[in-house]
């Protein structure tokens, strides 16, 4: 029982922590967007190609468990960005946003990308400031995926499917990926990248701008 | 400090129960074999080519937060297969494959495959009565993942690279893969298959035999 009490404190504790931080990035017209997903779906590799597409100021918070290469290949490409290693937790949490968010002091009226754990099943239990949550799949993981992990599905604003570019080479189903992800969130957009080629991002950035005009 | 200690008690219960189901297993030599991966980089294919390459009986405990998909799957190929549904949990952890093993009841002498969560980062902190942890990655993925999510690399036995069939399509530094797997685990094999196409599983197969004739 105590450790269920402990774990709904935290959780409490943590939503409550990450309203306020919401509310602050608002406030500035920062739009704080928690990019989600498995390990090596090219979370980067979108946000790269983001911040190349979208015309306000861009910063990115790269969130990993140890290494600083996500961080490195970003600043590589002139975008401003800031490493969180969890060394070990396999999702961010809102005092790490704050921390990171103070050091890496992004502009008023810009676009606040926050790359989560590698991880297509804690990060979407946690807040985390964010205004919206962009979940990305991609062709290579297979089409069952909303059907194993239904939270982040469930959970999402936007769903992105990379790696279109290897359609040819997998076995992915479309129509029921479509399906599962339907019957868990009936408004979320699916849009098709290959973030590697640089397609299909136009259309993600558009959507962020639009949702970021609501703010 | 409560947190902490809750955690700590709850992984050391975990591993004493985990150490007295591999002695169980080990009794009546079945090999458990901890199946490691992150989401969609074919855990289940490479499990369900192992099964047709081993001489000895074999069962597979289907670890899913939700659905039933790998297990029907299974049993279509005519492999006895049992499902857990974690319901949120991001890890198998002892007493639900206690539970499953009485479902499942394996044959002595044979190979019992656990597959755990689609998860890089979680299920390596927990023993689930395991022989030998087999981390299952894939060239989709890209080459960085040891540098991101070491604690797997770390603790995994063998390690099987997938999807090399589709080598000529992505970018994968293999050099750079083998260097951060080597930092971390200087021992463990690492293998590589095509299990959708049925390529390289022999080899897996009799690191397995010859690992299970070691218990």
Known sequence: ?????????????????????????AARGIFAVNV???????????????CRQLTCPCAVIEGDIQ?????????????????????GACH?????????AEALAPADHSVLFIENIGNLVCPA??????HVKLLICAVTDGSD??????????????IVLN?????????????FFLRGVRALNPDAPVLKTAARAGEGLEEVA???????SAL
Chains 1, 2 share one sequence.
């Open 1 to 25: 029982m105590s450790e269920i009490t402990v774990a709904q404190a935290v959780l409490a504790q943590n939503e409550a922590r990450a309203a306020a931080l919401n509310a602050r990035f």
């Open 36 to 50: 989600m997903g498995a390990p090596g779906i090219g979370k980067t590799s979108v946000i790269e190609g983001l």
């Open 67 to 87: 290494s600083e290469l996500d961080t490195l290949r970003l600043k590589g490409c002139g975008i401003s960005a800031h490493q969180i290693n969890t060394g």
């Open 92 to 100: 961010l949490e809102t005092p790490l946003i704050e921390a990171a």
């Open 125 to 130: 239990e946690f807040m985390i400031g964010e």
């Open 145 to 158: 995926k909303p059907y194993k992990y239904p939270l982040a599905f469930e959970k999402a604003d936007l």
């Open 163 to 175: 790696k279109c570019d290897l359609l040819p080479y997998v076995d992915f189903d479309e129509a």
């Open 206 to 212: 558009r959507w962020l701008s639009g949702a970021m």
